[in-house]
C-alpha cells in the first residue's frame, strides 16, 4: 500500500521562474494538507483540500502561491515567479475521514 | 509567545536509557495530540496520536497529555540507536475531520540514541 507520493524530490529553480510540487495522496484519502519547512524551524501549515474544492488557505501566501485538487490527478503546489525565500522543504500529508494525516518525503526546492 | 513550544535539544542519550520529549502549548483550544517522528531528508512519520487528556502506550512509546498543564509528553522506554531522529509534536483544534484540523508543530526535538 503506497505512502503519500511526492515529485520531484528536489527541484532547482532560478528566481523568477515558476515550480510545480505534486502530490499522490495514499490509496482513498481524500483530503490533502499542503505544509512548509524552512531550515530551523517547524513544519508550517499552508493549504487544505478536498477533491475540486480548497477548504481552508489560511496559511497560505496570498501573492504567487495557489494550490489545487483535480477530481483526477495529485494535487499541485505552484509558485510563481519564485524568490530566494521560497526556498524550503515543501511536505504533503493526506488523510481519510477522521484520520491522522500522513505525510510523503517532501519536495526540497531551491532557488538559485 | 508561540503556540507550540519544544525543547530543540539535542538530547544525547546512551542506549537503553528511558527518554523524555515534551511540549507546552498555549491554546486551550486543541484538542488532538500527536507525535512524528523524522530522519534527516525523510518526511515527518506519525507515532502516536491522542484525543484530549490521558495516556496512551504502544510498544516502547508511551504518550501523555495534560490538558490542565497545557503540557504533553513522549516517552520512549529502552531506547534504540535507530531512534535517533528529529521528533514533532503536533497539535489541531478540530478532528482530523474537521476543517479545523491542519495541524500546529512544534519546532522538534534532535534525539540522538548512542550505541
Known sequence: NAGVMQNPRHLVRRRGQEARLRCSPMKGHSH??????????????????????IIDESGMPKERFSAEFPKEGPSIL?????????SAAYFCASRESNQPQHFGDGTRLSIL | QKEVEQDPGPLSVPEGAIVSLNCTYSNSAFQYFMWYRQYSRK???????????GNKEDGRFTAQVDK?????????????????????????????GGSQGNLIFGKGTKLSVKP
Open chain 1, 32 to 53: 490533502v494538507y499542503w505544509y512548509r519547512q524552512l531550515p530551523e524551524e517547524g513544519l508550517k501549515f499552508m493549504v487544505y483540500l478536498q477533491k475540486e474544492n
Open chain 2, 68 to 96: 490542565s498543564s497545557k503540557y504533553i509528553s513522549l516517552f520512549i522506554r529502552d531506547s534504540q540507536p535507530s531512534d535517533s531522529a528529529t521528533y514533532l509534536c503536533a497539535m489541531s483544534v478540530g478532528s482530523y
Open chain 1, 78 to 86: 505552484r509558485i510563481q515567479q519564485v524568490v530566494r525565500g521560497d
Open chain 2, 43 to 53: 518526511g515527518p512519520e506519525l507515532l502516536m496520536y491522542t484525543y484530549s487528556s
